[in-house]
């Protein structure tokens, strides 16, 4: 693994190389086991251009647990509020002798360019880039289904939500079809489909309990308002009433049906509070296994180990 800047086109046996090194890392960091020591000496840095709480702590907290040290660049106060150059401000940051950023941008296809700005020897780890991808929440989400439910053969999985805004979705749609997921659903109003949609490959539902009726995962998305414009920006009320995950409508997937969510929830717009909290959930377990998946991906693109061996 070089860089980490999108699922689309890695092949199947990297994807499952993640997950099986994410497995082996899940221990680290409990009373018995604090650290290993593969990236001891490495930097990591953290170059948020958007808000995050998940992603940026769990990748601090993986990089930590691998032993590296960690830069988190406040973007807020670094002189590119003084027109400095994203260019010029990766040039000071290799300078000081960085082995991986790990980016999210507001701009899809920022971390494909930082990544061909910078000398070979740094890894990128693309942590969310506009509407395009978001590698890592699809492959954690990936680790939550397989540690749950198994072979990705059996299962089929409803995406419901705003896809057309979310580089979760895009990226989940193709971890799940590399991986052979036996049915991917996308659920949705026409509004928040991408035009394109025909060419992902996943059965359209418009109707929430069809697109629910026997799925054994449910993946709920949030109402992406900071890449919408307004004249897109549906009703709270009515999204809920038509696409609001409850435990009425939650009732036509199958009753061992786990539910997800990549995070920040916002309850009583797109899942009920009961569903949330409930049995079903596994939200915070996307959180855990979120740092397991991270230090996999951070110490094969860094120093090309695994905890078996080379990867
Ligand atoms: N899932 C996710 O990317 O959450 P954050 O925006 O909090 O990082």
Partial sequence: LRHFLDIQGLPRALLTDILDTADSF??????????????????????????????RATFELAAKRLS???????????SSSKGETLRDTLFNLEAMQADAFVVRHSDSGAAHFIASQVTPHVAIINAGDGRHAHPTQAMLDMLTIRRHKGEFSNLKVAIVGDILHSRVARSQVHALKTLG??????????TLLPSQVDAMGC???TNLRQGLKD????????????????????????FYRYYGLTRETLAYARPDAVVMHPGPMNRGVEIESAVADGPQSLIMDQVTNGIAVRMAVLSMAVSGQTQKGAA
Avoid: H
């Avoid at 040290?69 to 106060?77: P, R």
């Avoid at 997921?181 to 026409?190: D, H, I, M, N, T």
């Avoid at 799925?215 to 009515?238: C, F, T, Y």
């Fill in 26 to 55: 899940r221990g680290i960091g409990d009373a018995q086991v604090k650290k290993v020591p593969l990236l001891r000496g490495r930097t990591v840095v953290n170059l948020f251009f958007e808000n995050s709480t998940r992603t």
């Fill in 68 to 78: 590296a040290d960690v830069l988190n660049l406040d973007i807020g106060t670094s």
């Fill in 181 to 190: 997921a036996g049915e991917v659903r996308l659920v949705a109003p026409l």
């Fill in 203 to 205: 059965r359209v539902f």
């Fill in 215 to 238: 799925v054994d995962v449910v993946i709920m998305l949030r109402l992406q308002k900071e890449r919408m414009d307004g004249a897109l920006l549906p009703s709270e009320g009515e």
